[in-house]
């Protein structure tokens, strides 16, 4: 069946790296745009970046512009997120998700993995 | 982009209805057609429950329904069940291959 699932996540000091991965199956990953979505505890939900299905281009939410970098191999069904200088305001679940259809990725959020927890604390 | 703003909390008995407002700018709600809704219960990841204003994708039944009016959306759960209690968020495109969520409204079945 569709399914994504999440990884990497962990606790780490401000200032550090982290790279989520978001492992996809049951679908052609080749073809999709990929989100990863977050969600502070106890907060609401806010969009974090967008990659083509090519990974020709990429978007981020103006909050992680120019310290998260989204990336993904093709070969492997295989989305990342590479997390830099890290603020203790990153602390949340991390879901990687997939739009409704594969020829636009502007449609809404269909498929959600479950969530990797990071915690960004000294 | 600012969240869109969802009221904190909503509520209604069994077999009643309860509508939710998503209001946000010509830049978003207003401007395109890709408004949806998210149904999330505690510790879950997020459910699709409509997409593009008021489509419902397959599985969803249809006491969800949703509408959207200039710059405010909107997402109406009928017959009420209390499997329906959870928190809701609106999304819309925002421009620019950007997007954002609604504040979230947590809805409680008395």
């Known amino acids: 069946q569709v399914q994504l699932v999440e990884s990497g996540g962990g606790v780490v000091q401000p200032g550090k790296s982290l790279r989520l991965s978001c492992a996809a199956s049951?679908?052609?990953?080749?073809?999709?745009?990929m989100h990863w979505v977050r969600q502070a505890p106890g907060k609401g939900l806010e969009w974090v970046a967008l990659?083509?299905?090519?990974?020709?281009?990429?978007y981020y939410a103006d909050s992680v512009k120019g310290r998260f970098t989204i990336s993904r191999d093709n070969s492997n069904n295989t989305l990342y997120l590479q997390m830099n200088s890290l603020r203790a305001e990153d602390t949340a679940v991390y879901y990687c998700?997939?739009?409704?259809?594969?020829?636009?990725?502007?449609?809404?959020?269909?498929?959600w993995g479950l969530g990797t927890m990071v915690t960004v604390s000294s | 982009h600012s969240a869109l703003t969802q009221p904190p909390s909503a509520s209604g008995s069994p077999g009643q209805s309860v509508t939710i407002s998503c209001t946000g700018t010509?830049?978003?709600?207003?401007?395109?057609?890709?408004v949806s809704w998210y149904q999330q219960h505690p510790g879950k990841a997020p459910k699709l429950v409509m997409y593009e204003v008021t489509k419902r994708p397959s599985g969803v039944p249809d006491r969800f329904s949703a509408s959207k009016s200039g710059n405010t959306a909107s997402l109406t759960v009928s017959g009420l069940q209390a499997d329906d209690e959870a928190d809701y968020y609106c999304?819309?495109?925002?421009?620019?291959?950007?997007?954002?969520f609604g504040t979230g409204t947590k809805v409680t079945v008395l």
């Open positions: 990659i083509l299905f090519n990974g020709s281009k990429k």
């Open positions: 998700a997939r739009p409704l259809t594969w020829d636009d990725e502007n449609d809404a959020f269909d498929i």
């Open positions: 010509s830049s978003d709600v207003g401007g395109y057609k890709y």
């Open positions: 049951g679908f052609t990953f080749r073809t999709y745009g």
């Open positions: 999304s819309s495109y925002a421009g620019r291959n950007t997007f954002v």
